[in-house]
Each structure stands twice: as structure tokens, then as C-alpha cells.
């Protein structure tokens, strides 16, 4: 009689046992579909918001910038618009590249005041130097490292053709150069389209005088 009790008593917590483990391996395949599940939302969660905040460059805040196409005209040269240059400033950092006196907008500066003050601190020429020319401004949008820039540039005369300009640490060169010139040093075709607009300016201007 013990005997068979303890058979049918072992058997059973055989078949408990059985029953046990195939509901905790049910249990646990399940756990990991549903953990699997779980992850892929998130991935795909982090995937969209990452997509959105770094990849859509409406998203991220453009860097802003500001100058003056300064030109001067040479009084015993060429009739115009032959006799007028162009100031270029040469980078002494990064690949030296060739732009306009421009910078960065300071927080709470407004874009003239940028453009005169990046003008006297990189080329040495202050408001009073130079003639503002009416109706011109031009609006660039391009990418440095990734980040959108958008640089206005305004069109100025420097008013005493002889005066020299002083470099800061931030440029090694400059050069007055006519169009053709300027274009081939400024290198960026917004640029060269934006010199070309400012002499087309200049020849409409005189046209009316
Ligand atoms: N050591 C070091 N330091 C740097 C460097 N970089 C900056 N610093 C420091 O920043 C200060 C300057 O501060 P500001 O004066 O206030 O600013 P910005 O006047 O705005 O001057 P940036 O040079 O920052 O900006 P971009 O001229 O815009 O050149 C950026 C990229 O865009 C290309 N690029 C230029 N123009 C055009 C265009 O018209 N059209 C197109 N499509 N592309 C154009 C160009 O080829 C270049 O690859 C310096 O003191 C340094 O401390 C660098 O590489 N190494």
C-alpha cells in the first residue's frame, strides 16, 4: 500500500513538476516577445525624435552673420566700373579662405550694428569711413560644419580711397580687387553671385546720374 501511495504520490509531482516548468517557459518566451516588442517602440521612439531634432536643419538654430562689401573707387584709373575693388580678408585660420569683413551676431545686437562693428574690428573701418550704399542687401544661406549660416552683407564705399586698412589676428591677407578677381578668391558661387550683384547694383546706380 506505501509503496503504490508514494508511486502515485512521485508521479504526480512528476506531472506538477512537468506542468510547472512548460508554464514558466510559455511564460518566459512570452516575456521576451513582449520585451522585444517594447524595445523596438523605443528604438523607433528614439529613431523619429532623433530624426526630427538634429537632422531637419529647420530645427536647429542658424548661426548668423553680418558685413559690408566694402569697395573703394580709384580716382586716376580706369572710367567705371573698372575702377572699382573690392576689400577680401583672407583667414589666418582654418583653409585661409576669402570673404567680406563680417562676423558673428552678438546676443541682443542688431545686423548693422554687427556689420559696422565686425567691419571696424577686422579691416579697421569704422561708420565714419565709409558711405553706405541705399538699396542694397543680400541674404546667404549655406552650411558650416553642418550648421545652417545665414550672412547678410550690406554695400559700402570706403570714402578715402588711399586710407589703409588694419588686419586683427583673425586674418593673415586682404586685397582690393576688381570683379573678375574678387569672384576667383571668393570661391563660393553665392559669394561671387553676391559681388556681382553688388557691381550690378553700382552700374544701375550710375546709370542714373
Ligand atoms: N582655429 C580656427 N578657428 C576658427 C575656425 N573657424 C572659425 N574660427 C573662429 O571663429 C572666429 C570667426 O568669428 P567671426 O569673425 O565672428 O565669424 P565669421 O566671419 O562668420 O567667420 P567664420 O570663419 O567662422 O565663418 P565663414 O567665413 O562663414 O566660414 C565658414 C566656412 O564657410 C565657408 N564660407 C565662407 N563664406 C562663404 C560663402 O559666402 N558661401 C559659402 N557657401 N560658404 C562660405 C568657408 O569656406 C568656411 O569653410 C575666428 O576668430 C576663429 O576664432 C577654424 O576653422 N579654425
Redesign the pocket.
Known sequence: MDKIFWYYCRSSMQQLGWFCGNLLKAFSERAQVLQRIVINVFDEVKEEWSRDNTSNPSQVMA?R?C?FIVFRQLAQSSPPPDNIEYLLLQ?S???H?W?P????VDPGEDDLTTALR?TQ??AGLGEEHLQVVDGFLQE?H????GRP?T?LYWLAELRDPKMAVTLS??HQDYRWAKLEEACSL??????QD?LRAAQQHLDTEQGKH
Open positions: 548661426l552673420a558685413g583667414t585660420y582654418g583653409k579662405h570673404t569683413p563680417k562676423g558673428h565686425e574690428e577686422e546667404l549655406y552650411e558650416v560644419r549660416k550672412v589676428k583673425e571668393a570661391q563660393h558661387k553665392d559669394l553676391t
